[in-house]
């Protein structure tokens, strides 16, 4: 399975697993996750779930039919 995430000057943006599948976000906001010990070193940039996201996980979960577009 690869992974296709858009890149950035901070390097890759990771999408959302979902079903068992790398999934981009419904929306287009991203957030940086720092390495604790060092707070200045962003370790990735992330994209942020979305009301959507979580649902379509939920539906998946349960095994239910998402949105035929996924």
Do not use: C, K
């Amino acid at each position: 399975m690869s992974i296709s995430s858009p890149s950035t000057q901070q390097g890759a943006i990771y999408q959302n697993f979902i079903g068992g599948e790398w999934r981009n976000s419904r929306g287009s906001e991203t957030f940086a996750s720092t390495n604790p010990a060092h707070t200045s070193e962003v370790i990735g940039r992330y994209q942020r779930s979305t009301a959507s996201d979580i649902e379509d996980a939920v539906r998946i979960r349960n095994g239910e039919r998402g949105d035929p577009a996924l």
